[in-house]
């Protein structure tokens, strides 16, 4: 079958769903819009780039794929309890997954190495998305197709994947699109009775990393109001901070039941900071028996709660 019949795309021009494609660019049959590919990724971010886009740029990118416990304790305990959380939900993986603003596809590659039958990853960052691309080729993987896009437009038809992964997302679509509409992006894609997938750093949770690391202006302002600061080279912008019974309420009133409930661990954070921030003569060796404990300290805090670094939600779609 056509890579592009099981995808669901829509052109964001004339939102036309019928294509032609080559291992080049893919072609609008309804208005000739042509979109390459780009070194393994397909090219839909045309137009101006959306905030997500620039925030990440700002930040040179995200750097998840791949990276060990010597590199990062906190993304290496992050991507491991995502995982571990994903093979509780799907214990047989089936159907459609759309892993939504996958950075460079930590999440992606777990779902292209199970048993559902496409896998479209996307996400308005190039350079991450090329780096998946890579990974893509070097492990053989022939049913994820992988998109660079405006993530506040997905283009994408309404209501067609069995599921869909939003891992760290909707904070950035927040500021310009509101909570309620940033969370109907990916619960719109979704098909009735399909699962979302959702993580978001709870507000309290972030305050804690804050007051770790003395940024006492966003503490306050996440205790307070909700909401923290963000620097961009454009200056500085307000960014919500959803806390748990928010979130809830949020899902729920977007037509979604949750179904599991668990959290990230704030331990590998607090560890990881205060590694860095320790002299060298004091820091401990990153080796196999220190990533052991604080894996197994990781795993015994692993509750949905206000002090969670991130929530994590399970959620099936009315």
């Known amino acids: 079958m056509n890579i592009l019949e099981t ?4 052109c964001p021009r004339c939102e036309s769903v019928g294509w032609k494609n080559s291992n ?3 072609v609008c049959l309804s208005c000739s819009s042509t979109y390459l590919f780009d070194d393994g990724v397909l090219r839909m971010d045309v137009g101006a780039t959306d905030s997500t886009a620039e925030f990440y740029a700002t930040l040179g990118g995200t750097h998840f794929l791949n990276t060990s416990f010597p590199a990062s304790p906190l993304i290496h305990c992050t991507t491991r309890r995502y995982r571990r959380f994903l093979e509780e939900q799907f214990h047989n993986a089936n159907g ?6 996958c950075g460079d596809g930590r999440l992606s590659l777990w779902a ?10 996307t996400d308005s960052n ?4 090329k780096r998946l691309a890579g990974e893509v080729r070097h492990r053989g993987l022939t049913k994820i197709l992988v998109i660079c896009c405006d993530m506040a437009k997905p283009p994408f038809v309404k209501n067609h994947f069995d599921a869909v992964l939003c891992f760290e997302v909707l904070y950035y679509l927040v500021r310009t699109l509101g909570r309620l509409s940033a969370l109907s992006l990916p619960v719109g894609l979704l098909k009735s009775n399909g699962i979302l997938v959702l993580s978001e750093m709870s507000r309290y949770g972030r305050a804690l990393v804050d007051l770790e690391a003395m940024d006492v202006v966003n503490f306050r302002s996440l205790v307070e109001s909700g909401t923290r600061w963000e620097k961009s ?6 960014v919500f901070q959803w806390s748990l019974a928010e979130l809830r309420k949020d899902c729920e009133e977007a037509g979604l039941q949750i179904v599991r409930e668990s959290g990230v661990s704030p331990i590998a954070g607090i560890f990881d900071f205060a590694w860095k921030f320790t002299s060298y003569p004091l820091r401990p060796v990153l080796d196999e028996q220190l990533q052991q404990i604080i894996e197994q300290l990781d795993d015994q805090t692993s509750e949905a709660c206000n002090l969670a670094r991130n929530i994590l939600l399970s959620l099936r779609k009315a």
């Open 233 to 238: 080279d454009q200056g500085r912008f307000e």
């Open 7 to 10: 995808s669901g795309l829509k």
């Open 24 to 26: 080049e660019c893919i």
């Open 96 to 101: 459609s997954i759309l892993d939504f603003g």
């Open 112 to 121: 292209a190495e199970k048993d559902f039958s496409r896998v479209v990853a």
């Open 126 to 129: 190039l350079t991450g998305l």
